[in-house]
């Protein structure tokens, strides 16, 4: 039976640890230091006292963490792994850009290293989310047993380019949502909101619901906004585009449409209620 260590089990580490479990993994986690909500989402796993004990017995360990803490957590990662003497594969799941996971490659040193990337919610909301995988090791990734509910996809590349892929999916949705987001505040501010979110739905734009989601995770999305914005720098584009929906989002992170989990959301809240939650 294979072990599979989940760093961190929120939303989506718990969601891909539950499929794992159902596939017939054995799957450790630790909450030590995490908040009551990651610890409630967590319950189904097999959870150990400390981070050195998830990696002291795990043959794969997935980083499930936010942009912003995934070379942190892979130098935890390797660190640990020093003091326990072991080299488990290591699979970053994180969204963040190519440079950033060049970094992370130098933070896992040591440790052989599968650069990977999500699409989808997690399989706790709805199966059929995609893994980009990329690097030597990406097939032993892929074949953990997913149960179904994730479909593993192994790039013939480097490391780097699961990371890349994730990168041009995300500017488009998380910068969809952010477009439809500033969209509605404005036509609020003017009075035609009603008309604007009618003519959005004419064309299957009108991502209302989405937009309560993402304000849930706007503190994570500010983020992955910049990591973005590297990658097309990296591309020899302006990254003007995405800095600025790094302050969109970091502005929505403020407004009370923002508070609570994006598991808990109101997704039928209608588009003047959306609006005055977005309000300051």
Not at 10 to 37: D, F, K
Not at 42 to 54: H, I, M, N, T, Y
Not at 122 to 142: D, K, M, N, T, W
């Amino acid at each position: 039976m294979v072990t599979v260590g989940i760093v961190s089990p929120g939303q989506m580490g718990a969601g891909l640890g539950g499929a794992l479990h159902a596939g017939g993994a054995r799957v450790v986690a630790t909450t030590a230091g995490r908040s009551a909500r990651t610890r409630r989402l967590a319950a189904g796993l097999r959870l150990l006292p400390s981070l050195d004990e998830v990696v002291a017995i795990a043959d794969v360990v997935l980083s499930v963490t936010p942009p912003g803490q995934a070379v942190a957590a892979a130098g935890s990662i390797a660190e640990a792994a020093r003091r326990t003497g072991t080299t488990p594969l290591v699979a970053d799941l994180n969204a963040v850009a190519p440079p950033t996971m060049a970094r992370i490659a130098d933070a896992c040193a040591g440790l052989p290293l599968v650069d990977g990337s999500i699409s989808g919610p997690p399989p706790s909301v709805r199966p059929g989310a995609r893994i980009f995988l990329s690097g030597p090791r990406a097939a032993e990734v892929a074949g953990l047993p997913w149960d179904g509910r994730v479909e593993p996809v192994v790039l013939d590349a480097g490391l780097g380019a699961a990371s890349a892929l994730k990168m041009c999916t995300a500017s488009v949705y998380k910068g969809l949502n952010a477009l439809v987001t500033q969209a509605m505040r404005t036509a609020g501010r003017y009075g035609v909101l009603d008309q604007v979110v009618a003519d959005l739905a004419r064309n299957d734009l009108d991502g209302s619901a989405g937009v309560v989601v993402a304000a849930t995770k706007a503190h994570r999305f500010v983020d992955e906004m910049r990591e973005i914005a590297t990658t097309q720098a990296g591309a020899g584009l302006t990254p003007a585009l995405f800095e600025a929906f790094a302050a969109v989002y970091a502005d929505v992170a403020g407004t009370a449409l923002a508070a609570g989990d994006p598991e808990t959301a109101d997704q039928r809240l209608a588009g003047e209620e959306i609006v005055r939650r977005l309000s300051r």
